[in-house]
Nanobody, 122 residues
């Protein structure tokens, strides 16, 4: 069974940092694209950061560029989102998403985690 599990959320003061983790099981993360989304109360889910599977290219939403970094540890089969200089408007539930074709090419996976709450408040 393919799945991803997020962890690392919590309460942090403005200007602080957090690192979210997304652990994969049932598939090899380096073969898949990894995305971090977030959804704040009353708002639509938005794409925050992306990491392609093979080349490892990254993309960020303008609102987090220069503050957030997405990365992957192949040995741990885990993707991270390091968040620095956090602001109140970063408060949201953060979701990990993995997308890619299975090795045998028979199925395209679109895998979502359960989400982890990040609250930025003094």
């Amino acid at each position: 069974q393919v799945q991803v599990v997020e962890s690392g959320g919590g309460l942090v003061q403005p200007g602080g940092s957090l690192r979210l983790s997304c652990a994969a099981s049932g598939f090899t993360f380096s073969r898949y694209a990894a995305n971090w989304y977030r959804q704040a109360p009353g708002k639509e889910r938005e794409l925050v950061a992306s990491l392609t599977g093979v080349r490892g290219s990254t993309n960020y939403a303008d609102s987090v560029k220069g503050r957030f970094t997405i990365s992957r540890d192949n040995a741990k089969n885990t993707v991270f989102l390091k968040m620095n200089s956090l602001k109140a408007e970063d408060t949201a539930v953060y979701y990990c998403n993995a997308q890619g074709w299975r090795v045998d090419g028979t199925q395209f996976d679109d895998i979502w985690g359960q989400g982890t709450q990040v609250t930025v408040s003094s």
